[in-house]
């Protein structure tokens, strides 16, 4: 995509142009922002707005000065200010945050996968902070992130009482497949496993605690419900049943290691976790429930002191599957990095410490996602088990934290890779 504006209030002989490369991409990819014919050594402003599925705008801005060719390269060239600074090619994806004046507690979901994620990349003279819907762009493009790939198929799923989503990459199969559990929310949320198969992998998302059956009965998900989905992944002419993972974020994450442990039924090849937690339940009280000078809730105390009962602990020292944990240091919903230690501690003394891969990230927070999700410090959530909204406090520092989901990502990615498919290297991963 290439626009350009008339820039006649910086020179009347030139027309500054914008490009993006490439335009159209999965939202795990890099692209370059490239500004040309600007005047040399001139003061820009690259912008980026996205309007989500739920109707708020989000916005990244940075401040650039043209080299001696007119040209800013956002790939290369250090951001002097704005809502990133350095040298950082994906800042304005991941820097992205609610526009001035929305409503607080705001987090960026994609709920229509099957619909791009759209976002308007801009160029401005001078350095701007603010009032950029009433600046006229010397020029702009526009954007398409996807977490579908071309050929990805999308297949609602209700058999055997199960509220799930398949997504099976382009082609006959028969693929790997990965099971993917979210956190306490609930809902079906579908963009991980959209992008997990974009990348080569089947992927099962499943709602647990919002399911329909569980609206239909009254009665939560047992372990039955989670082997129903296994078993529906197992027998898909088009997986590799002896081939799956699960993959679990936050409350999901309890849930996958107590399935690899005490299924009798899910024989798991592969587990990868993030933010762990392997307390069978939350211990403490509201006593241990802090609230910050913002009125943001932390919940990290709740799990602390990590409990030394055995019957209150999964034990993970009966695993006998590769394991991965990704932690992030700056946690403020759960004890991640002291349950990692913890379990660390408890594969050690079983000898199955081998089986174990850590990811810790310093001044990362609770919600480590896909690449270039935008990183949210603390945002408005609803506990199932809640009738209110809380404003919880996840963690993380923005810069550190998005390094932090680029780096694990390819790392999950390679882990899954090493051990699905045998080191042998699926056309999209």
């Known amino acids: 995509i290439l626009a350009s504006v008339s820039a006649s209030s910086v020179t009347k002989h030139r027309c500054v142009q914008l490009s993006v490369n490439p335009s159209r991409g999965l939202m795990d990819e890099k692209f370059v922002i490239l500004v040309q014919n600007a005047p040399p050594g001139s003061e820009l402003t690259v912008h980026a707005l996205h309007q989500c599925d739920d109707g708020h705008g989000w916005d990244a801005f940075a401040h650039y000065i043209s080299d001696a060719t007119g040209r800013v390269n956002v790939s290369e060239d250090c951001s002097l200010g704005g809502t990133y600074s350095g040298i950082e090619p994906m800042g304005l994806l991941w820097s992205l945050r609610p526009v001035p004046g929305s409503k607080p507690g705001l987090r960026l979901r994609k709920k229509n996968v099957q619909e791009p994620m759209l976002v308007t990349v801009s160029v401005y003279e001078g350095h701007r902070k603010e009032g950029f819907a009433d600046l006229v762009p010397l020029a702009s493009a526009l954007v398409e992130r996807w977490y579908m790939a071309p050929g990805v198929r999308r297949i609602p799923v209700t058999e055997g009482g199960l509220t799930a989503t398949l997504f099976l990459p382009p082609g006959l199969g028969p693929f790997p497949a990965v099971l993917d559990l979210w956190g306490g929310g609930g809902q079906l949320v579908e ?146 990095q002291e349950s990692a230690n913890d379990m660390k501690e408890m594969m050690e003394r079983a000898g199955n410490s081998h089986l174990l891969t850590v990811l810790s990230y310093p001044d990362t927070g609770h919600l480590i996602e896909p690449p270039y999700t935008p990183h949210v410090r603390a945002s408005n959530f609803k506990p199932v088990n809640l009738n209110e909204i809380l404003m919880i406090l996840w963690g993380g520092q923005t810069a550190a934290h998005s390094r932090a989901q680029e780096d694990s990502w390819k790392k999950i990615l390679l882990f899954l890779r090493v051990n699905l498919f045998g080191g042998i290297r699926p056309a999209r991963l």
């Open 191 to 336: 963009y991980r496993a959209a992008l997990l198969a974009s990348q080569g992998l089947a992927a099962l998302a499943i709602d647990y605690l919002t399911a329909k059956i569980i609206k239909e009965t009254g009665k939560m998900t047992t372990f039955k419900y989670f082997e129903t989905a296994y078993r529906y992944l197992e027998e898909h002419p088009q997986i590799l049943g002896s081939r799956i993972a699960m993959l679990g974020l936050s409350f999901g994450t309890s849930v996958t290691l107590r399935m690899a442990v005490y299924s009798k039924v899910m024989k798991v090849t592969v587990e990868d976790h993030h933010c762990p937690h392997p307390q069978m339940c939350v211990h403490g009280n509201v006593a241990n429930t802090r609230i910050t000078e913002e009125n943001h809730v932390i919940l990290r105390d709740l799990s602390l002191p990590i409990t030394t009962d055995p019957l209150k602990k999964v034990d993970v020292g009966r695993l006998q599957c590769p394991l991965m944990l990704v932690v992030g240091e700056d946690d403020q919903n759960t004890a991640a």
